[in-house]
């Protein structure tokens, strides 16, 4: 299989040249998923600089953040705040850079129900 899809995307498996499974595309949901969360691609330039949105965003869910502040400004504040948490944190498990430390998608569903 050839390599396609957009860059920040792409599990690091597709770049290290490891073995693809599909918990490559539980990767790509999970980008996908954050950016829907945020309204935000998962790579923005700001002054210059490179701001990753899916490290700000594991870093405030980590530290137990208040999670409203990571949705799409033009939701304003319309969301459940425990179910974008749960949210939040399918996204990030599904974007865990070692490939066995990320869930399978009958269990991102799980989550998401």
Do not use: H
């Not at 073995?19 to 923005?44: C, H, Q, W, Y």
């Not at 409203?68 to 705040?81: I, N, P, R, T």
Request: charged residues 25%; aromatic residues 8%.
């Amino acid at each position: 299989t050839t390599m396609r899809g957009t860059i920040g995307y792409l599990a690091p498996e597709w770049i290290t040249g490891l073995a693809i499974t599909p918990k490559a595309d539980v990767f790509s949901f999970g980008m996908l998923l954050l950016e829907l969360i945020s309204g935000r691609r998962n790579r923005e330039m700001a002054d210059g600089n490179a701001a990753y949105f899916p490290l700000q965003a594991a870093c405030k869910i980590s530290e137990g953040g208040d999670v409203l502040c990571l949705l799409d400004q033009k939701l304003g504040s319309k969301a459940d705040a425990e179910e974008l948490n749960r949210a939040c944190r399918a996204a990030c498990w599904c974007i865990q850079y070692e490939e066995s430390s990320r869930p399978t998608m009958r269990q991102v569903v799980r989550i998401l129900e």
